[in-house]
């Protein structure tokens, strides 16, 4: 039997500035190797699929403040 896994967004809870956010789907990250990413504001919209490896380099640059603040 296949089963399907569905992306189950969620938005950070940093992400409190007026509706200019991105939705993850980090379940996906173990099935599929991805981790879709898409706007908030635009769930029907298309999502970016993200390999795991290279979003996990991203939110350890943010954390180390590699991008500078907004």
Same mark, same amino acid.
């Given at each position: 039997?296949?089963?399907?896994?569905?992306?189950?967004?969620?938005?950070?809870?940093?992400?409190?500035?007026?509706?200019?956010?991105?939705?993850?789907?980090?379940? !996906?990250?173990?099935?599929?190797?991805?981790?879709?990413?898409?706007?908030?504001?635009?769930?029907?919209?298309?999502? !970016?699929?993200?390999?795991?490896?290279?979003?996990?380099?991203?939110?350890?640059?943010?954390?180390?403040?590699?991008?500078?603040?907004?």
């Amino acid at each position: 039997m296949t089963t399907t896994v569905l992306p189950q967004w969620f938005t950070s809870s940093y992400s409190n500035n007026g509706g200019n956010c991105v939705e993850v789907a980090v379940n !996906l990250a173990a099935a599929r190797g991805v981790v879709p990413v898409r706007d908030s504001k635009n769930v029907s919209g298309p999502a !970016l699929n993200v390999p795991v490896g290279s979003f996990a380099a991203f939110v350890a640059g943010v954390k180390a403040g590699e991008f500078g603040s907004v």
